[in-house]
Nanobody, 121 residues
């Protein structure tokens, strides 16, 4: 079973920066894609950014130019650098690992427990 552990959330003023990290552990042979989703109160969970094992990235329009996703395949870790944060970025941010191939060849998806990001003055 794969576990995802997130860190790096917190309270930041508008215009500030935060860096989220998510480390996957367990029986992992490879991970196809890793990404970050967020869910604000009263809203649906939405994709923020994703990155494949080959380094291809995808961003929500609302974060393009402000957020950068990166990945360390050797450490099974994904990062989200968030700059120029806005109050509307306030949400619980969830890490996702898609297409996780285990040591015995099974394939699954996993979610982290979520980390709160609050942008407020």
């Amino acid at each position: 079973q794969v576990q995802l552990v997130e860190s790096g959330g917190g309270l930041v003023q508008p215009g500030g920066s935060l860096r989220l990290s998510c480390a996957a552990s367990g029986s992992i042979f490879s991970i196809n894609a890793m990404g970050w989703y967020r869910q604000a109160p009263g809203k649906q969970r939405e994709l923020v950014a994703a990155i494949t094992s080959g380094g291809s990235t995808n961003y929500a329009d609302s974060v393009k130019g402000r957020f950068t996703i990166s990945r360390d395949n050797a450490k099974n870790t994904v990062y989200l650098q968030m700059n120029s944060l806005k109050p509307e970025d306030t949400a619980v941010y969830y890490c996702n690992a898609a297409g996780v191939v285990s040591g015995i060849g099974s394939v699954s998806d996993s979610w982290g427990q979520g980390t709160q990001v609050t942008v407020s003055s």
